[in-house]
């Protein structure tokens, strides 16, 4: 599966919308993007997932640029609970998930 | 319904001795995966078990690391002889077919383990 590429960290203000860029220039036809957020001291939670077309849950809205090289996770009006590391993986369906290690977000109030 | 369950919550032990982590996934999922995270790091894949099919092991560090699956249910990871390296925490997760695009990944809340 493709590797993917986050900052380190962002912050963001409360209620602001958080965009969550991720890089994955290699990526395949086949692979799908997703994201996962992991709060601190619990496991990794589903957020969202596309393999072309832009997604909307709610959540957060998935962005996915034309040539899919990279996508931007929208949190719309970020919450002090929305503080939490923020991994893009990107997989084929029946591959495992390679997390990386993210992006910590710090939503500020 | 119930979710995933992991048992120790938390497991102290001394260096050189075995230990079992136990899984419990939530019914009727087929794909089950163990992870690791050590301290202020990303998660780093274990081992994952879709159905009956041969488990993809290729995460395993070392073999004094396994993983068995019971009835395509319950899972045990057991470490032998532990180091101190191993010291983290052991998250598994669970999903309903690992092969659909949809598959999401459903966590336990992991056990502790530290290797004194």
């Known amino acids: 599966d493709a590797k993917t590429t986050q900052p380190p960290s962002m912050d963001c203000a409360e209620g602001r919308a958080a965009n969550l860029p991720c890089n994955h220039s290699t990526i395949s036809g086949n692979e799908y993007v997703y994201w996962y957020r992991q709060i601190h001291s619990q496991g990794p939670q589903y957020i969202i997932h596309?393999?072309?077309n832009n997604e909307t849950n709610e959540m957060a809205s998935l962005i996915i640029t034309e040539d899919r090289k990279s996508s931007t996770l929208i949190l719309p009006h970020a919450t002090l609970r929305d503080t939490a590391v923020y991994y893009c993986i990107v997989r084929v369906p029946g591959n495992q998930f390679y997390f990386g290690t993210g992006t910590s977000l710090t939503v500020i109030p | 319904g119930a979710g995933v369950s992991q048992s120790p919550s938390n497991k102290v032990t001394e260096k050189g001795k075995d230990v079992e982590l136990r899984c419990d996934p939530i019914s009727g999922h087929t794909a089950l995966y163990w992870y690791r995270q050590s301290l202020g790091q990303g998660l780093e894949f274990l081992i994952y078990?879709?159905?009956?099919?041969?488990?993809?092991k290729s995460g395993l560090p070392s073999d004094r690391f396994s993983a068995e699956r019971t009835g395509g249910s319950v899972s045990t990871l057991t470490i032998q002889r532990t180091q101190q390296e191993d010291s983290a925490v052991y998250l598994c997760?669970?999903?309903?077919?690992?092969?659909?695009?949809?598959?999401?990944?459903?966590f336990g809340p992991g056990t502790r383990l530290t290797v004194l």
């Open positions: 596309g393999l072309k």
């Open positions: 078990f879709q159905g009956n099919s041969a488990p993809d």
């Open positions: 997760a669970s999903s309903f077919r690992a092969t659909l695009s949809t598959d999401t990944q459903y």
